[in-house]
Nanobody, 123 residues
Framework: QVQLVESGGDLAQPGESLMLSCTVS????????IAWFRQAPGKEREGISC????????HFSDSMAGRFFISKHNAKSTVYLQLTSLKPDDTALYYC????????????????RGQGTQVTVSS
């Protein structure tokens, strides 16, 4: 059974950093890509980044590419998203997702997803 569980969301002040985690089960990160997305209330889903089974990374958003960094630890079945220089506009539900495809794609549906972890940025 494919499962993805996010953690690490919190209340942060502008300029601070957070590390989000996505722990998966039912498949191996050695072979499948994982993407991070976010969604704020009343807004559409935004793609952030994706890391493939071979650790190739694509960025869905140029504006976030310089502040948010994706990585993974295959043996821990965990994908990370480091958020830096946080802004109030970064407030959203962050979640990880996969299509069980080895490669990242800008056009994937990423149908398997976790429940998300809330990041709130406020002073």
């Amino acid at each position: 059974q494919v499962q993805l569980v996010e953690s690490g969301g919190d209340l942060a002040q502008p300029g601070e950093s957070l590390m989000l985690s996505c722990t998966v089960s039912g498949f191996s990160l050695d072979y499948f890509a994982i993407a991070w997305f976010r969604q704020a209330p009343g807004k559409e889903r935004e793609g952030i980044s994706c890391i493939s089974g071979q650790e190739e990374i694509i960025h869905f958003s140029d504006s976030m590419a310089g502040r948010f960094f994706i990585s993974k630890h295959n043996a821990k079945s965990t994908v990370y998203l480091q958020l830096t220089s946080l802004k109030p506009d970064d407030t959203a539900l962050y979640y990880c997702a996969t299509d069980l495809d080895p490669q990242c794609s800008y056009y994937g549906h990423y149908v398997y997803r976790g429940q998300g972890t809330q990041v709130t940025v406020s002073s």
